[in-house]
């Protein structure tokens, strides 16, 4: 049974349920900086999932961050080496915040840096030890709404075989560029380097269904489309795995520690170019007419974040909703109050 939900009502449900997730983790906020910009940034991000129809980055994830969080153990430091706004790089430990805040910190810090560094062309932000970050599209937009061109990418837990292979050896590594445009929203490409997502994956075989070709593999490494018996995700090309490789080494570069194999957290790197920087200041200019030229040459154009989400209204599981409004309810009195 499904609930039928307001934007604003849910958007004021998740940032309460957000703002509750301070005082679990202790000093980390204040550490990070976290502000109430960057909640309200990130709650947006989750209800537009919502409206976009791609519920699995929303409310259901939320919730399994929220759980990520209640097993972790207490982190110390949520920011490391240059932790100034000003700074052209810095590291979000994100042990300890939920992964779509910790995007909104990097996406802040990012312009932040673009705004106090005016002679910095190149930007980077880097987080670690994240779990689930969302729609990484949304975030880049919001940069290129700027007029910086953005590019975001995600090292997830190894699940997608190599081509060729069938065991494990990266992630299913999502990228997202995003680019100013004339005269229309940010051009935003935003997939997943593998034929499907782990949330895909995990939908399927709660539901007992088959997977498209190519499939996966099982744990022996024999093919399967049986979405039950994957344990590897099987690659559709070459290039989109060696693509999938090229986010682990963007990924990896900016990375402390050493990923482990098994390990099941995330890294994420957010890079921001200023056309301006390198007198590219057409840059707009060029890219629509890029789109155009590849549209009129048969080519798909993505549209899905041209206008942002339309609808007023959601469907969410009743179930998702009353957890929901009882971890809201633990946030209803928390302090908001910045550091």
């Not at 292979?165 to 997202?176: F, M, Q």
């Not at 005269?183 to 034929?195: E, F, G, I, M």
């Not at 099987?234 to 963007?250: K, N, Y």
Request: negative net charge; charged residues 20%.
């Amino acid at each position: 049974m499904s609930v039928r939900m307001e934007q604003a009502e849910l958007l004021a449900v998740v940032e309460r349920v957000l703002w509750a997730q301070r005082d679990r983790a202790g000093v980390a906020w204040d550490i990070a900086d976290v502000t109430a910009e960057d909640v309200t940034r990130a709650s947006r991000w989750l209800v537009s999932a919502e409206q976009l129809g791609l519920g699995a980055f929303g409310v259901s994830m939320l919730i399994r961050e929220i759980d990520r969080l209640g097993a972790c153990p207490a982190g110390e430091q949520a920011v490391r080496d240059g932790g100034s706004t000003a700074d052209a790089t810095v590291t979000i430990d994100a042990a300890r915040i939920p992964g779509p805040v910790a995007l909104a910190v990097a996406v802040r810090r990012l312009l932040a840096a673009s705004v106090d560094t005016a002679s910095r062309a190149i930007r980077a932000v880097s987080i670690e030890n994240v779990g689930a970050l969302g729609i990484l599209g949304l975030a880049a937009r919001d940069v290129a709404e700027q007029g910086l061109l953005a590019l975001l990418c995600a090292r997830a837990p190894a699940m997608v075989a190599p081509w060729g292979g069938n065991h494990a050896a990266i992630g299913t590594n999502p990228l997202a560029l995003a680019a100013p445009r004339r005269d229309r929203a940010p051009l935003v490409l935003d997939y997943a380097t593998s034929p499907i997502s782990m949330a895909a994956l995990k939908a399927a075989a709660s539901a007992g269904e088959q997977l498209d070709a190519p499939g996966g593999f099982t744990a022996e490494g024999a093919r399967t489309t049986d979405a039950t018996e994957v344990a590897t995700i099987a690659p559709d090309s070459r290039i989109a795995s060696l693509t999938g490789l090229a986010v682990e080494l963007l990924t990896r570069s900016t990375t402390a520690q050493r990923p482990e194999p098994t390990s099941s957290t995330r890294s994420a790197l957010l890079i921001a170019i200023d056309p301006h920087s390198f007198g590219a200041a057409s840059f707009p200019d060029s890219v629509a007419d890029l789109a155009a030229g590849w549209a009129a040459a048969g080519g798909h154009i993505p549209r899905r974040f041209d206008e942002g989400a339309t609808t007023t209204a959601v469907e969410i599981g009743e179930t998702l909703v009353q957890t929901l409004r009882g971890y809201a309810d633990e946030g209803a009195t928390a302090d908001r109050s910045e550091p």
